[in-house]
């Protein structure tokens, strides 16, 4: 019983995290027209030409030959963090990528910079109660 609550409380500690794509100064157009780029010349194409089967891996290695980095993000991502394809799927050649997520104002917090302190010790300074916190 202890173990299963462990267990909880961990993945409640971690968050959700996913997969993402960043490039230094790049923005969500750069990332787009990659994206569109990959899934053109990687996919295999339908016989209307419309559509294309993209594998995850093949992707992935288009993707970073092409200068991007891709690394677990916890969520909501920073700015400059976008989702490319992550499992096999069947696409309009056309298609552009998700769109990158919604900015979300941090919260604030009233905290103390001790009391925040030790939520960054604790490794609890993502949390979204801790966001906020003073440097």
């Known amino acids: ?51 294309v089967q993209v594998s995850p891996e093949a992707y992935r290695r288009c993707m970073l030959g092409r200068g991007w980095v891709r690394e677990q993000q916890t969520e909501p991502v920073e700015p400059g963090w976008f989702r490319g394809l992550e499992r096999e799927r069947i696409v309009h050649v056309y298609a552009p990528p998700p769109p990158p997520p919604v900015a979300r104002p941090r919260p604030t917090t009233d905290k103390s910079e001790s009391e925040c302190r030790r939520a960054a010790i604790a490794g609890l300074s993502n949390l979204p109660e801790n966001r906020g916190c003073p440097p």
């Open 1 to 51: 019983m202890l173990a299963m609550a462990a267990a909880i409380l961990l993945v409640m500690l971690v968050g959700c995290t996913r997969y993402y794509y960043s490039k230094p100064g790049a923005s969500y157009d750069h990332f787009a027209a990659d994206h569109s780029a990959c899934v053109g010349d990687i996919g295999i194409r339908s016989s209307s030409r419309e559509y």
